[in-house]
């Protein structure tokens, strides 16, 4: 199955990635700096770039497009090891983010993005009952769903354990969580799990986490999107590890 993404980050950042770009398209008469990277860096990698009329080109890529588009193929997914092997790459201790049943793609665009910028070395996402890296989470990654890698497993809890077992600690956030998410140590190896929209973490996986932090509430609404929930979490190990890293 192939992918069409739209807008001109993204399809930027799908040439600048590793991911295979088969041909770009681009509506008739456009200019812009992007545009003109984006023209250099096909021009590079080899891709061809075909310009079309308006009818055409909202006929395959839509309205809201800024007037560029990519045919790429599929996601390719990694195994676990291999996301562990980038933080060796980096000579970082691991920090991995765990999706428990994301369903809305555009939450996991954003978590994608959020785990890009901040420096996660890769995804574990299930195999059911989640979205898919596709084209609406590309575009709303602003393309870091191309440079993230990312695992798909067919358990979750299972998937945990192994983690453990390789000296990986767990944390969950979950509003039930035993100390707010600013008073934990994210400076060890670490995957960060965020749960369902809805639902959060469910019972077996939250209780596969070594501790769970909780995001404190002053307002009427109990709890925050997930993309939100997991930016916060993510951002603040980014800080800790930056500020004070584990000698």
């Known amino acids: 199955m192939k992918n069409i993404i739209t807008g001109r980050q993204p399809v930027l950042e799908a040439l600048k990635s590793d991911r295979a770009v088969e041909k770009i398209f681009l509506l008739y008469g456009i200019k812009g700096t992007i545009v003109d990277r984006i023209r250099q860096h096909a021009s590079r990698r080899g891709v061809p770039v075909t310009e079309m009329d308006r009818a055409r080109f909202e006929e395959m890529a839509g309205e809201v497009s800024q007037g560029v588009a990519a045919l790429l193929s599929d996601k390719e997914y990694i195994d676990i090891d291999a996301l562990l092997g980038r933080a060796r790459q980096r000579n970082e201790p691991p920090l991995l983010l765990v999706l428990d049943e994301i369903e809305d793609p555009h939450n ?5 993005r959020t785990a890009e910028c901040a420096g996660v070395h ?8 989640s979205a898919t890296m596709n084209a609406t989470v590309a575009k709303t990654s602003a393309g870091a769903s191309l440079h993230l890698p990312a695992a798909k497993v067919s358990n979750i809890a299972q998937t945990l354990e192994q983690l453990k077992k390789k000296g990986i600690w767990i944390i969950g956030a ?7 998410y600013f008073d934990a140590d994210y400076r060890d190896p670490l995957a960060i799990v965020i749960g369902n929209e809805g639902r959060g973490i469910r019972r077996l996986v939250k209780e596969k986490c070594d501790f769970l932090v909780r995001i404190p509430i002053f307002g009427k609404i109990e709890s925050l999107n997930a993309s939100v929930a997991g930016a916060l979490v993510m951002f603040e190990a980014a800080r800790k590890r930056h500020e ?3 000698t």
Do not use: E, F, T
């Not at 890769?122 to 009952?129: A, D, F, S, T």
């Not at 979950?174 to 707010?180: L, V």
């Open 108 to 112: 996991l665009g954003a978590l994608i």
């Open 122 to 129: 890769g995804v574990i996402l299930p195999k059911h009952h």
């Open 174 to 180: 979950d509003a039930g969580g035993d100390r707010p």
């Open 244 to 246: 004070n890293p584990r």
